[in-house]
């Protein structure tokens, strides 16, 4: 089970503390839709923008976040 969310208002003249969850649900630009965990933590967190986010469940499973290898750069370049 997955929670689908999507973005429908801007951060404009919000708190840091709605900035920073919408930032959590990994949501930065209008009409973005992020496929969630259901989880009690990320459904605390839905609750806290519920004014400014659309949710709903679907059955998928929620893709697995996986985190960008950096290259260093050599001294030569």
Do not use: C, W, Y
């Not at 689908?4 to 208002?9: C, E, F, I």
């Not at 259901?38 to 976040?65: L, Y």
């Amino acid at each position: 089970m997955a929670l689908k969310v999507k973005l429908l208002r801007s951060l404009e003249g919000r708190s840091p503390q709605q900035r920073g969850t919408i930032a959590g649900l990994g949501l930065k630009k209008i009409n973005q839709v992020r496929v969630l965990n259901d989880t009690p933590s990320i459904r605390g967190m839905v609750a806290k923008v519920a004014h400014m986010v659309e949710f709903s469940t679907v059955d998928a499973k929620a893709p697995k976040r996986t985190r960008i290898k950096r290259v260093a750069k050599s001294a030569n370049n």
